[in-house]
């Protein structure tokens, strides 16, 4: 049985405090606020960012509207299909794509939920229990367990990273480039993504000193990638006819990696 994952963790402790701020009276209806927690839990601080604002802007749009449907429009099943269409439209025009989804949310809440209440008090408090979520959300991001996830992704790009050097070193000495191509792909594309999520990640830690280093191993990696191919190619006869040519450019890609796992080492 795999181990339960950080962000499933995340998750847990978001819920427990959304849950928590309804106990403690700072949202009405918590089932909103625990609601934009789970869907707004992500696994990098620049997603959770991201993710947040568009949230914030969405459940604001959305609680404006559902305020002007509940308070001069019957709020009914015709007036909440056509304002979620509207959200939609609105959203699109303003170019915030992503906050679409959690607009027409907060306006359906209000729109079928405001009942006999006042429409600007049950509308600001609709917004609230959404903006607490998204807040604690952001908080848990943020708070929990950062390190020891940055860690665990420099970890992994680490082993991603040897293994591809270890597979093009067997490349390099079996002179075979397509036996373990497919292989090495798949290994160049998990450093990526362990790339990627560092790049989101360590400049907003205090350890975006090793960014420089992060960038070498990739850029080195992928140039390997890149030569590898070329050799890949000339073995599966897809260039050129030209066997002085084939060679020249054989030795060239050889040459450029045997460079690059030379300076590796260093």
């Known amino acids: 049985m795999k181990k339960i994952g950080m962000r ?8 427990f405090l959304a849950t928590f701020a309804g106990y403690l009276g700072i949202v009405e209806t918590p089932v909103y606020t625990v609601s934009v927690c789970i869907f707004s839990i992500k696994n990098t601080i620049k997603n959770s960012l991201d993710d947040s604002f568009s949230r914030i802007i969405g459940t604001l749009v959305g609680g404006l509207v559902g305020y002007l449907c ?3 429009l019957f709020t009914n099943i015709i ?12 959203c699109n025009e303003l170019k915030i794509y992503d906050s679409s989804a959690i607009a027409s949310v907060t306006f359906i809440s209000i729109c079928l939920g405001v009942g006999n209440n006042h429409p600007l ?28 996830y940055i860690d665990h992704l420099w ?8 293994d591809c050097i270890n597979i093009i070193n067997s490349m390099i000495e079996g002179l075979d480039f397509s036996l373990s191509y497919k292989k090495l792909n798949e290994k160049f594309d998990s450093l990526q993504e362990y790339y990627n999520h560092l790049v ?14 992060l960038y070498s191993c ?30 020249s450019i054989y030795n060239y890609h050889k040459n450029n990696i045997l460079k690059l796992l030379a300076e590796n080492k260093k």
Do not use: Q, W
């Not at 600001?124 to 390190?147: K, W």
């Not at 850029?219 to 084939?246: A, P």
């Open 218 to 247: 990739f850029d080195r990696c992928e140039n390997l990638i890149h030569h590898v191919h070329g050799l890949y190619l000339i073995e599966k006869k897809v260039c050129y006819s030209d066997n002085v040519l084939n060679e």
């Open 8 to 15: 499933n963790i995340k998750t847990g402790i978001a819920v």
């Open 155 to 162: 970890k992994s790009f680490n082993l991603a990273y040897d």
């Open 200 to 213: 989101d990640e360590l400049p907003l830690s205090n350890e975006s000193y090793r960014l420089n280093t």
């Open 121 to 148: 008090t049950y509308s600001i408090m609709r917004t609230i229990d959404t903006l607490v979520g998204v807040i604690i959300a952001l908080i848990v991001n943020f708070g929990v367990s950062r390190h020891k």
């Open 70 to 72: 509940a308070r001069f």
């Open 79 to 90: 007036s909440a299909t056509l304002g979620v269409i509207f959200i939609i439209h609105l």
